[in-house]
T-cell receptor
Framework: DVKVTQSSRYLVKRTGEKVFLECVQD?????MFWYRQDPGLGLRLIYF???????EKGDIPEGYSVSREKKERFSLILESASTNQTSMYLC???????????FGPGTRLTVL | GENVEQHPSTLSVQEGDSAVIKCTYS??????FPWYKQELGKRPQLIID?????GEKKDQRIAVTLNKTAKHFSLHITETQPEDSAVYFC????????????FGAGTILRVKS
């Protein structure tokens, strides 16, 4: 059974803190993605990775960075959290041979 | 880059009626168009997709149509049921760049029983 997990379902941080969101998939997928979901804006791509140690900017990378040291794990980093980064963060993975993306349960991040 | 617009933002239908959600895209090179369904508190899941070499695809009560000339595609749900209530997202992709998807803003579908 396909499984994508995220380290936290809910997270509350203070402005200026460094925040790590982790995503793990057990499907041996090469592709991994980080999105943020905001009402009325849909899912917007922050960063994606096609392979270990490889990363590419998505549509809204400002204020974020990522790390992919192992194939199964893709981390999203907020170097200095700000209130406008309060959002739902969704991780996803996919295989190059198939377009379907499998999503994690999401992390609702609140920055105070 | 690609831009996807989705309408309507909310849609209420009576149980048993049909529902139609429409999306337009800007990049004529896009060739893969999936639809994801997200139930309340759940993760998005793929429900149907279509590639640019096909005009229509059907899976039981759901169907997707694609008009490449007009650069729009639509999701059709027939005989709606309460469990169809969810947020639906359309997306477009240039598959040669892997699976990078650009999503629409989403449609909240409410099926009233």
């Amino acid at each position: 059974d396909v499984k994508v997990t995220q380290s936290s379902r809910y997270l509350v941080k203070r402005t200026g803190e460094k925040v790590f969101l982790e995503c793990v998939q057990d499907m041996d997928h090469e592709n991994m993605f980080w999105y943020r979901q905001d009402p009325g804006l849909g899912l917007r791509l922050i960063y994606f990775s096609y392979d270990v140690k490889m990363k590419e900017k998505g549509d809204i990378p400002e204020g974020y960075s990522v790390s992919r040291e192992k194939k199964e794990r893709f981390s999203l980093i907020l170097e200095s959290a700000s209130t406008n980064q309060t959002s739902m963060y969704l991780c996803a993975s996919s295989s190059p041979g198939r377009n379907e993306q499998f999503f994690g349960p999401g992390t609702r991040l609140t920055v105070l | 880059g690609e831009n996807v617009e989705q309408h309507p933002s909310t849609l209420s239908v009576q149980e048993g009626d049909s529902a139609v959600i429409k999306c337009t895209y800007s990049d004529s090179a896009s060739n893969y168009f999936p639809w994801y369904k997200q139930e309340l508190g759940k993760r998005p899941q793929l429900i149907i997709d279509i590639r640019s070499n096909v005009g229509e695809k059907k899976d039981q009560r759901i169907a997707v149509t694609l008009n490449k000339t007009a650069k729009h595609f639509s999701l059709h749900i027939t005989e709606t049921q309460p469990e169809d209530s969810a947020v639906y997202f359309c997306a477009a992709s240039l598959t040669e760049y892997g699976n990078k998807l650009v999503f629409g803003a989403g449609t909240i579908l409410r099926v009233k029983s």
